[in-house]
């Protein structure tokens, strides 16, 4: 499966290396991309992909080929208060879309709230 990430399961953040998504046998990262009209909001240290038109949320695709894992995520995301969608993310590096899960927020995007193209959390770095 095919999978968006663009905050803690990306490379170089905790989620990544708890679900062995740098295992080959699990997942091969396939590139950075970018979802148009989209962002994200922050909640502590945990991102909320919204709507957001004009904007280009900042990723990572990843073939997941553990069907544990790909379900271990949905779970994962789920509870954590994200539905899960298609989208078409574009490549940063080639000419290239992808079909992808990706994980939106159930949030709206309020009055004064920042919001942002791409998440860089310290706290959540390994």
Do not use: Q
């Not at 995301?77 to 993310?89: L, Q, S, T």
């Amino acid at each position: 499966m095919r999978m968006f990430f663009y905050g803690t399961l990306k490379r170089g953040y905790y989620n990544n290396p708890r679900l062995r998504l740098d295992d080959p046998k699990v997942a091969t990262f396939v590139g950075n991309a970018v979802l148009k009209d989209y962002g994200i909001i922050m909640s502590g240290i945990l991102p909320y992909a919204v709507k957001a038109p004009g904007n280009k949320l900042e990723g990572e695709v990843f073939d997941v080929h553990d069907k544990n894992i790909a379900d271990m995520i949905e779970r994962m995301e789920v509870g954590a208060g994200y539905n899960g969608v298609e989208v078409e993310v574009y490549s940063t590096e080639t000419d290239s879309s992808y079909k992808v899960m990706f994980y939106l927020g159930r949030h709206d995007v309020n009055e004064g709230d920042k919001v942002l193209s791409k998440y860089d959390c310290e706290g959540a770095r390994i």
